[in-house]
């Protein structure tokens, strides 16, 4: 199951590949810097739906859901396997 602290790194990391600073894109979104820099650095406690779908929306990005049961490989399960390999880069 995706969580807040997984969002927090993937809206990071769609923001730095777009090139927006944390000010750029809380502009789009229509939220506070503060909420950008805390969501994205895991202090943000909770934060609703409308904000996420903004920031979603401001990166160009959507949420799609699908049953639990599914058996194709989770965004976690992808995002680590990403982290697994990056990490064999940086060993070479």
Known sequence: MLDL?????????????LKLSQSELARKAGLSRATIDALENGRAGELGFSKVTKLLTALGLELTLRPASSQRPTLD???????????LDRRR
């Open 5 to 17: 602290i997984s969002i927090g790194n993937l809206i990071a990391e769609r923001r730095k590949t």
């Open 77 to 87: 399960e992808l995002m680590q396997e990403d982290r697994d390999d990056k990490s």
